[in-house]
């Protein structure tokens, strides 16, 4: 069973962290939301108060097959100023994680030189935030181990990308067949 850690941070897009767990767990795999917080509740941009599986300072990411990180703008400060979780991110990306971010958050990517060179998409606005990445304005983006998204309107197909990564095309088929996409 494939294991993502999903990043909650005030501020987080409820449905961008949301709608991607619920895919990932109905594909089968382990999510475990990991508050950046210093404590399990953690507020939605849109106050949605979520009770995050662990702290960051609990977590040890080396059983980690993916790293998920929801957009929303005060949410992506909070990651972005977080040193341990870019120190997590920055590991991940060298070993070939999955590292996936959708709406804001692929800043925190591109700041830190992650996207450089790679195709990546994000919010409309955001792109100037993507260092050297070359800016495609897709829905969601794949480059080998990095999937970037560009907001709340596809958080499902965000979710479906990171199924696809591991389990396949045609888990995204049962699974958008069980939850009657057309």
């Known amino acids: 069973m494939k294991k993502a850690y999903l990043f909650l941070a005030d501020g987080f897009e409820t449905v961008e962290a949301l709608a991607t767990v619920d895919v990932m767990r109905r594909a089968g795999m382990q999510v475990v939301t990991v508050s950046i917080m210093g404590k399990n509740e953690v507020q939605s941009a849109h106050d949605v108060t979520v009770v995050a599986d662990a702290l960051l300072e609990q977590c040890d990411f ?51 030189g992650l996207l450089d060179g790679r195709k990546a998409t994000c919010y409309p606005g955001c792109e100037t935030e993507l260092g050297t990445a070359c800016y495609t304005a897709a829905s969601v983006e794949k480059d080998n181990n990095i999937i970037t998204a560009c907001g709340p309107a596809v958080s499902f197909d965000f979710g479906f990308a990171i199924v696809e990564y591991f389990c396949g095309k045609e888990m995204v088929a049962t699974l958008r067949s069980q939850m009657q996409f057309a």
């Open 62 to 112: 080396s059983d980690a097959d993916a790293l998920v990180l929801p957009g929303g703008g005060l949410g992506t400060e909070n990651l972005s100023a977080c040193e341990p979780l870019r120190a997590e991110l920055a590991t991940a990306c060298r070993k070939g994680i999955l590292v996936a971010a959708i709406c804001a958050a692929p800043m925190v990517l591109g700041r830190m």
